[in-house]
């Protein structure tokens, strides 16, 4: 079972059915849809997974902010209806969008061949705009050939085209994602691809606010990253995932590659409220 994917409706390249059906097509179980601040594609891929036979469970990868690093929270199971979680979602999805126009505004500043117009035209209905299809922009008009290129270099968190966006501290979404039934693991927290990764003390700080997890079985992961994550799993009582983290053709990453127990995932429908269950076939 794979618990990390994302479709078109945040930074994908594949509708929440179709990325549902390369999940099929991939002998794929269990599938996690956990777009980037928004259930907005939770319906299509719920219609998609009873029509192909497939256990979808329903999440959301919170985008969140710790001391100007960026932290990713994922969120298994919470109630798409809960107020204070989809106001603070919302909020974060409001600020992507006019911070994208500002970098996009340095970057045509500096010779960088790309407009807001461009950017937009990447972006599927009703998703919102984020780094990603700044990269598809640049794709798509011939200046890369692939989004890992614009992501070493002009969208990196330090990039001098980096434009900060709004963001919740991770305790407060850990709180958030409790108070909406839903079950908080900490996404790819070791990776080396955004600095340094999270520390081993906001790791603490966030297990004693209701974490339950750590996705540690990841691509940007080595065998000093796992092995970390299994001592403070161990440490704190958390769970231990893995997963893809498949954006289709957006990322290197494949479906599968990295995976989860049955035993967790049965740990992660004990801890949750019950209020959006996983949808079976």
């Given at each position: 079972m794979d618990l990390h994917a994302h479709s078109s409706v945040s930074d994908g390249t594949e509708s929440p059915s179709e990325l549902v059906g390369a999940a099929r097509a991939a002998g794929i179980d269990v599938l996690a849809i956990t777009d980037h601040d928004t259930v907005g594609g939770w319906?299509?891929?719920?219609?998609?997974?009873?029509?192909?036979?497939?256990?979808?469970?329903?999440?959301?990868?919170?985008?969140?902010?710790?001391?100007?690093?960026?932290?990713?929270?994922?969120?298994?199971?919470?109630?798409?209806?809960?107020?204070?979680?989809?106001?603070?979602l919302a909020k974060a999805r409001d600020s992507r969008a006019t911070r994208l126009a500002r970098m996009v505004e340095l970057m045509a500043a500096d010779g960088i061949p790309i407009t807001y117009d461009e950017v937009l035209a990447q972006v599927a209905p009703g998703a919102t705009p984020g780094r990603p299809h700044i990269a598809d922009a640049l794709i798509a008009n011939g200046t890369i050939t692939h989004r890992d290129q614009a992501f070493e270099s002009w969208l990196t968190d330090e990039s001098p085209y980096y434009v900060h966006h709004y963001s919740p501290d991770p305790a407060r979404a850990v709180e958030l994602v409790r108070g909406a039934g839903g079950v908080p693991v900490l996404a790819h927290p070791f990776t080396r691809t955004r600095g340094e990764g999270v520390s081993d003390e906001l790791v603490v700080e966030l297990a004693a606010a209701g974490l339950a997890g750590l996705e540690a079985y990841h691509r940007d992961h080595g065998p000093e990253e796992v092995a970390r994550a299994q001592a403070l799993a161990e440490r704190l009582d958390l769970l231990l995932t893995g997963s893809s983290d498949y954006h289709g053709t957006g990322?290197?990453?494949?479906?599968?590659?990295?995976?989860?127990?049955?035993?967790?995932?049965?740990?992660?429908?004990?801890?949750s409220s019950g209020v959006t269950a996983v949808v079976r076939p």
């Open positions: 319906d299509e891929a719920t219609d998609a997974a009873r029509r192909l036979g497939l256990t979808l469970v329903r999440g959301i990868e919170v985008s969140c902010t710790f001391e100007n690093q960026s932290v990713h929270l994922l969120a298994y199971l919470t109630d798409p209806e809960d107020p204070a979680l989809m106001r603070e990322k290197r990453n494949r479906l599968a590659e990295n995976t989860t127990t049955p035993e967790v995932l049965e740990a992660i429908e004990a801890a």
